[in-house]
Structure formats: structure tokens, C-alpha cells
Nanobody, 118 residues
Framework: QVQLVESGGGWVQAGGSLRLSCAAS????????MGWFRQAPGKEREFVAT???????TYADSVKGRFTISRDNAKNMVYLQMNGVKPEDTAVYYC????????????WGQGTQVTVSS
């Protein structure tokens, strides 16, 4: 079992930056299999970023070059650095975890709201 708690959401102006944090507990290797998703009002939840088995990050085209996923294994923390935010980035952001590279994401945080004003 993995428990996830997001923080760092809030209001930001377009072009600004925000860093989301996700605290993981329950497994010491959980940060390797974690990612970020988001859900905008009236839309389905969509993939944002995750770690790849090669050690880098994989990103949705809509955030590539602006968002960066990172982790601190010693603290069991995963981060999403959001730069150059746009109004269309407004959504509830969720941290998620899975049991392995080939597993579906089955552990989810409660979400943190990000609102970008134009």
C-alpha cells in the first residue's frame, strides 16, 4: 500500500511558476513508480508526467519543455515544477503511484487545485 499527499497548489498568473509536492509513504521505492495527472473542469483526467525506466521523465506534449518531474528518494517526495504556466493548465493535479513499470496506477492522492489566471 502507498499513501500519497499532494501540496503546493494555488493561484498563479500566466507565465509564472509553481511547484507541486507529493509525499509518499508505505513503500521505500514508491517514488520510482510515481507520476502526475490532472483533471480540468468538465474534462477527463489526463496524464501530465512520470518517471521512465531509463531514469528520465516522460511528459505530455502539452507540458513538455515547461514542466519537470523530480524526486527526493531520501525524503520519499516527488515534485512537479511548473514553469511558464498557461490558463489551460488550470486543473486539479493528482499524484499517483503504481507497483511497477508495467502496472497501472492504482494509488492516488486527494489532489491539489492549480488555478492560472490570464
Amino acid at each position: 500500500q502507498v499513501q500519497l499527499v499532494e501540496s503546493g497548489g494555488g493561484w498563479v498568473q500566466a507565465g509564472g511558476s509553481l511547484r507541486l509536492s507529493c509525499a509518499a509513504s508505505g513503500r521505500t521505492d514508491s517514488t520510482y513508480y510515481m507520476g502526475w495527472f490532472r483533471q480540468a473542469p468538465g474534462k477527463e483526467r489526463e496524464f501530465v508526467a512520470t518517471f521512465s525506466s531509463s531514469g528520465g521523465g516522460t511528459y505530455a506534449d502539452s507540458v513538455k519543455g515547461r514542466f519537470t518531474i523530480s524526486r527526493d528518494n531520501a525524503k520519499n517526495m516527488v515534485y512537479l515544477q511548473m514553469n511558464g504556466v498557461k490558463p489551460e493548465d488550470t486543473a486539479v493535479y493528482y499524484c499517483a503511484a503504481r507497483d511497477g513499470w508495467d502496472n497501472a496506477y492504482t494509488y492516488w492522492g486527494q489532489g491539489t487545485q492549480v488555478t492560472v489566471s490570464s
